[in-house]
């Protein structure tokens, strides 16, 4: 299946996107230098390059690093951390003067953004048609680029919904409610004896698509820079969340003791399971064993959590920095950074390209356009969580630590009342940014 141009462009109008950086404010960590090359010269053959990301979101990287040692003469040493605790290694890294030469990285960090480069070159380029609304800009310098768009959707057991004869809605223009999902997923696992009707990943992320469409505004940062007591919806949404971890609905073990959903929803003996598009990619190589499918979120509120996936850095390491830079610019030329959107199996940054994903299974090739379709449709809020790290990042401040996760599994163990999370999160979160 070919992604359409049409459909591609579709994805740089999204009005609600990060807008790009006003170069006026300015960060307490910065200091980067003028032309983002310092130490010259172009001499190293090797350099480093970080990310976090399952194997199968990242043999676009490692396939394109052998062409760009072959072209090039450097080679690109790979590094591949696990997600927890990615970002504290790079804390520790830049105290330790010690950072990679490039990456891929969930979020800026005002501990090492004056060590990066400006990619701008990159970023400008007319024929990589990279939407500038995505970009990071300082000083009229471009700090990162993202890899790919992320949005969090519902993934189904499609061989227990045929064998209980449950319809999945396919039309996010008609889809189903939570209650009306809910009733579904448990017609089902009753009639197959399947384990559980749900697993949701354990992210604050995650919770947030939750609190959205489930009508409640989240935990949104005011003119202030700090985050505001949330509205009544958003209390109700947590209280329902909680309800549904009761070992029969969804396992409390998810959320209170970081069993792994990925693996439960896989074991075959899981209705649903609620996560983003970036399973996609994986499930379509790993799953064998039954039938899988994307559907749409539930509502009432068409929204979900939309973020962008790794933000591609370079950052100024004496020799390694030219290098480093010339990497990152081989990346988004469109026809390598088809490539790794193609294998990768990314919702692209550029416009303009046509995308033939290498999946077998027409539940891939599905998925990407319903992730298309629901992220038109996502109510502008959906955005707001990747818009408050923006904003925060600009001042200087950034959340070390989302206490959500914590505090979450602290009300789902009946340690705490649903007022006491709120306030803890809000507390938590406004700890850190002063």
Not at 76 to 82: A, C, D, H, R
Not at 282 to 306: C, E, K, L, R, Y
């Amino acid at each position: 299946m070919t992604t359409s141009v049409t459909a591609r462009r579709r994805l740089t109008r999204w009005r609600w996107l990060p807008v790009t950086v006003a170069a006026a404010l300015a960060l307490t960590a910065c200091g980067s230098s003028s032309d983002g090359d310092s130490g010259g010269g172009s001499g190293a053959k090797s350099i480093s390059f970080w990310l976090s990301a399952s194997k199968a979101q990242a043999q676009g990287y490692y396939d394109l690093a052998k062409e760009f040692e072959a072209k090039e003469g450097v080679k690109v040493e790979i590094v591949n951390i696990p997600t927890d605790g990615y970002q504290d290694k790079l804390r520790q890294a830049a105290q330790a003067n010690s950072l990679p030469d490039a990456a891929s990285v969930p979020s800026l960090d005002t501990i090492w953004i004056n060590q990066l480069q400006d990619i701008s070159a990159t970023a400008n380029a007319p024929a990589n048609k990279i939407n500038k609304d995505l970009l990071t800009v300082k000083d009229g310098k471009t700090l990162c680029i993202p890899s790919d768009l992320t949005a969090a959707g519902l993934f189904v057991n499609k061989s227990l919904f045929d064998k209980a004869k449950v319809k999945v809605p396919t039309d996010p223009n008609q889809t189903w409610t939570w209650d009306e999902f809910l009733a579904a997923a448990k017609k089902v696992r009753t009639a197959t004896g399947a384990k559980y009707d749900l697993v949701y990943d354990q992210s604050p992320a995650r919770i947030r698509a939750f609190i959205y469409n489930n009508g409640g505004k989240g935990f949104q940062l005011g003119a202030d820079n700090k985050f505001a007591t949330p509205d009544d919806a958003t209390v109700q949404a947590l209280s329902k969340f909680v309800s549904l971890n009761d070992d029969a609905v969804m396992p409390k073990s998810v959320w209170t003791s970081g069993a792994d959903p990925n693996a439960l929803f896989k074991s075959g003996q899981v209705v649903a399971y609620f996560s983003g598009v970036w399973q996609v990619a994986d499930f379509a190589d790993s799953i064998t064993s039954f039938d899988w499918a994307s559907a749409p979120t539930p509502g009432p509120v068409h929204a979900t959590d939309i973020n962008l996936g790794g933000k591609v850095v370079a950052f100024n390491n004496g020799d390694k920095a030219e290098p480093a830079k010339k990497w990152v610019d081989y990346i988004f030329q469109p026809a390598n950074y088809t490539k790794l959107a193609q294998v990768n199996g990314y919702l692209p940054v550029e416009s303009g390209l046509t995308l033939n994903y290498p999946f077998t299974k027409k539940a891939a090739l599905d998925a990407f356009q319903l992730y298309i379709k629901e992220i038109e449709l996502a109510d502008p809020i959906s955005s707001s969580g990747q818009q408050n790290g923006t904003k925060l990042l600009l001042a200087g401040k950034s959340i070390q630590t989302d206490p959500t996760k914590d505090e979450m599994a602290k009300l789902i163990n009946g340690q705490q009342d649903v007022k006491q999370t709120v306030d803890k999160i809000v507390s938590g979160l406004n700890q850190q940014v002063g």
